[in-house]
């Protein structure tokens, strides 16, 4: 069965500065990895998804994600934190046929000014 | 706009007294699912449908039902809610036109059993 693991509850970082927020997943198969931001009182929106073949995909609100099959990791970064970037951030993963969404247990980002 | 439309938005009820949480959502998706959301357990799929009069159990699916007969609706039913089953709920849709596609998520219903 696939599984997804976010080691991080919280994360803390300076507005400005470079962001990581991490991720490793397991499942047999090539992986359907998603990242979704949610913020208070809101569902979770969308932010990017791994393309089979690019280890560094772009997606909304300057966010990238870099993908290690290797280190079956698929880390949420972005190159300089804004205090609107602080919100709750979920790790997904799809399994074979992306129809039996598995989330990691979320980490919280906050940006201090 | 495109959204995915849950109601009620907050309910606090007692044990055993049935409870329906609706669904709707106007992107004409094939697919939708139910999610909880419990501190530091992140979301956990209930049931999901890939298409009407289809359903299929998730990870939790025990003291729920669900049902699909039209495309657009997929309600959650809690026939006797007890505790354990408070928690914050979330709706999802997506297509199934291409493969790999996001969820589009409801804004939660957050319910209360005593």
């Known amino acids: 069965a696939q599984s997804v693991a976010q080691p991080e509850d919280q994360v803390n970082v300076a507005e400005g500065n470079p962001l990581t927020v991490k991720c490793t997943y397991s499942v047999s198969g090539n992986p359907y990895l998603f990242w979704y931001v949610q913020y208070p009182n809101r569902g979770l929106q969308f932010l990017l998804k791994?393309?089979?073949?690019?280890?560094l995909v772009k997606g909304s609100y300057g966010f990238e994600a870099e993908f290690n099959k290797s280190q079956t990791s698929f880390h949420l970064k972005k190159p300089s934190a804004l205090v609107s970037d602080s919100a709750l951030y979920f790790c997904s993963e799809g399994g074979n046929a992306g129809n039996m969404l598995t989330f990691g247990g979320g980490t919280r980002l906050m940006v201090k000014p | 706009e495109a959204q995915v439309t849950q109601n009620p938005r907050y309910l606090i009820t007692v044990t055993g007294k049935k409870l329906t949480v609706t669904c709707s959502q106007n992107m004409n998706h094939e697919y939708m699912s139910w999610y909880r959301q419990d501190p530091g357990l992140g979301l956990r799929q209930i049931y999901y449908s890939m298409n009407v009069e289809v359903t299929d159990k998730g990870d939790v699916p025990e003291g729920y039902k669900v049902s699909r007969k039209e495309k657009r609706n997929f309600p959650l039913i809690l026939e006797s809610p007890s505790p354990n089953q408070t928690s914050l709920y979330f709706c999802?849709?997506?297509?199934?036109?291409?493969?790999?596609?996001?969820?589009?998520f409801g804004d939660g219903t957050r319910l209360s059993i005593l």
């Open positions: 999802a849709s997506k297509s199934m036109g291409y493969s790999n596609q996001p969820q589009h």
């Open positions: 791994y393309i089979t073949g690019d280890n």
